[in-house]
């Protein structure tokens, strides 16, 4: 499956599984690098989901006034 495809927490899911696999120290070099790649991509397209939804936010507070104000974040 693609990593645009993944969901948020599927990538999550996947990176653990990848950082449990290198962990256990018990793969090649070669299957390392590829596996650090694939985590490096699934960081990133956490990163961008995670930008897309920040920038959705929106923080709702009162001024000095008592009116409520919207601001993003």
């Known amino acids: 499956m693609s990593n ?3 969901s948020f ?3 999550v899911a996947a990176l653990e599984d990848i950082i449990g696999k ?3 120290g018990n793969m090649p ?8 790649k694939k985590g490096t991509e ?4 956490c ?5 897309k939804y920040e920038k959705m936010i929106t923080i709702v507070t009162p001024d000095a ?3 409520v104000k919207e601001e993003e974040v």
């Open 4 to 6: 645009q495809k993944l």
């Open 65 to 67: 006034d008592g009116e």
């Open 47 to 51: 990163d961008k989901i995670l930008d």
């Open 29 to 36: 070099l070669e299957e390392s690098i590829e596996y650090f």
């Open 22 to 24: 290198m962990e256990s």
């Open 42 to 45: 699934l960081i990133k397209h």
């Open 9 to 11: 927490e599927e990538a």
